[in-house]
């Protein structure tokens, strides 16, 4: 099993930058898949970007279409941590984010994730 505390989240003006971390703790981190995922009020829980367990050298990302190019996934498993480094942020980037682990799983159905963290309010003004 796997706790997952998510940190970093806050208050930013359109345009500006926030990075959310992740911290793991309990089982191997590497040998997780790893996600961000967010929920709007009133919506469904979406995915935004995970990346590959640890597997050699290169780590495989993959982003949802709205935040390509804006955001990016990566992780420390020296310090059992992922990161979402968030640039040039819109209102609609607005929610609560989560950060969610599987062993096996590596794909963007949230329900599919075993482990959750407690979710980070993420606001951005206009």
């Known amino acids: 099993q796997v706790q997952l505390v998510e940190s970093g989240g806050g208050l930013v003006q359109a345009g500006g930058s926030l990075r959310l971390s992740c911290a793991a703790s309990?089982?191997?981190?590497?040998?997780?898949?790893m996600g961000w995922f967010r929920q709007a009020p009133g919506k469904e829980r979406e995915f935004v970007a995970r990346i590959s367990r640890s597997g050699g050298i290169t780590y495989y990302t993959y982003y949802t279409d709205s935040v390509k190019g804006r955001f990016t996934i990566s992780r420390d498993n020296a310090k059992n941590t992922v990161y979402l480094q968030m640039n040039s942020l819109k209102p609609e980037d607005t929610a609560v984010y989560y950060c969610?682990?599987?062993?096996?799983?590596?794909?963007?159905?949230?329900?599919?994730?075993?482990?959750w963290g407690q979710g980070i309010q993420v606001t951005v003004s206009s």
């Open positions: 969610a682990a599987d062993l096996f799983y590596d794909g963007t159905t949230y329900r599919a994730y075993d482990y």
């Open positions: 309990g089982r191997t981190f590497s040998n997780y898949f």
